[in-house]
């Protein structure tokens, strides 16, 4: 039997700085491996030298194919170009920061050969992070954890390998809106998660701010849950119950005693406290509402500039492995694209 073929599939925005370091440790795991390996990196709109360090490598090493979108349409978009292009019998998703060890993908790798479909790698400890970041992720993962029906493992980035059945699942999944943590816990599977440690930057800036971050996990929790929606229900029902109450007791109050006109602070607090609640309602409700207006235009999730394929056996052209394996996915064959 011919051995198997795995896709490392790699995002990057603004990474030139790192690449050369990323690629010399990627082929070297790569090489442990008893399997064919590919490298598909995608450029997500890169404002630096990244696009021409990544045609570079495509033009020096057989294995490598790159994919320049036409613009910065988000790492969730660049990952999805990537995994709706990688061919193979598995595909391995890392960040080009190197925080995510490329050593750790033969392990990956072993356990997918004994029958896991998704191997994830869980976070042991985060070097190079503030505390605050630090307890910020832990406080994200533990509530979405609570209020999301579908599993998202704690502690859990995109750092991941998945087979063939589990990537063509995914590749079903075609919302815009699109938080690739809960995809990939939403196809199921048989999946496993491997421990390591995640490193320190290696190179460069990151590009994830804390308002970025923030939103992100909105992104996160309104993809995979309609808890605040029922939390604004639940609110807005105790709120009038309690202003009921308070109504009655007035009443009674200035039946039997009788009861001075209340002052003005008093009427704002109350006026100012509904009014507070009914917008933060009004903004889940408008939340929830703009996600199906982005579905309902049904736009491309990205659009591709150009493209250039892993030649495999280095003879310039595609090999016929990957051609077979592009074939049998159902997956537009990459000389369809636009090559350099």
């Known amino acids: ?107 990956l790798f072993a356990r997918f050969r004994e029958g896991h479909d998704v191997v994830y790698g869980v976070r042991r400890s985060r070097a190079g992070e503030s505390w605050l970041k630090r307890a910020t992720a832990s406080a994200f993962y533990r509530t979405i954890g609570r209020l999301s029906r579908t599993p998202v ?40 998660g491997v421990p390591y440690d995640r490193a320190p930057r290696a190179a460069g800036r990151t590009k994830w701010n804390y308002w970025k971050l923030w939103n992100f996990a909105l992104e996160g929790i309104t993809s995979f849950s309609a808890a605040p929606l029922k939390v604004a229900t639940y609110v807005g029902v105790l709120t009038a119950l309690a202003a009921f109450a308070y109504g009655v007791w007035i009443v009674v109050k200035t039946l039997l005693w009788g009861d001075p006109v209340a002052g003005y602070p008093s009427l704002m607090t109350v006026i100012l406290f509904l009014g507070g609640i009914q917008l933060i309602a009004l903004g889940l409700i408008g939340e929830y509402l703009g996600r199906l207006y982005e579905e309902s235009k049904q736009r491309p999730l990205y659009l ?8 495999g056996g280095g003879d310039g052209a595609m090999s016929a492995r990957d051609r077979r394996c592009a074939a049998k996915e159902s997956v537009p064959v990459p000389d369809s694209l636009p090559i350099d």
């Open 153 to 192: 493992p704690a502690d859990t980035g995109d750092f991941r390998l998945l087979s063939r059945r589990a990537l063509d699942a995914l590749k079903g999944l075609r919302e815009r809106h699109r938080f690739m943590k809960g995809l990939f816990g939403w196809v199921g599977f048989r999946q496993i």
């Open 1 to 107: 039997m011919s051995r198997p073929l795995l896709t490392a599939v790699i995002p990057c925005h603004n990474e030139a700085e790192v690449l050369p370091l990323l690629h010399a440790r990627l082929g070297a795991a790569l090489d442990q491996l008893d399997a064919d390996g590919r490298i598909l990196y995608v450029d997500d709109g890169s404002t630096d030298g990244t696009t021409g360090a990544l045609l570079a490598l495509a033009t020096a090493d057989p294995r490598v194919g790159v994919i320049v979108l036409s613009r910065n349409f988000g790492k969730e978009a660049a990952l999805t170009a990537g995994l709706d292009h990688a061919v193979g019998d598995a595909v391995v998703v890392l960040d080009a920061d190197l925080q995510d060890p490329p050593e750790l993908i033969p392990e």
């Open 304 to 311: 591709i500039d150009r493209a250039t394929v892993p030649r």
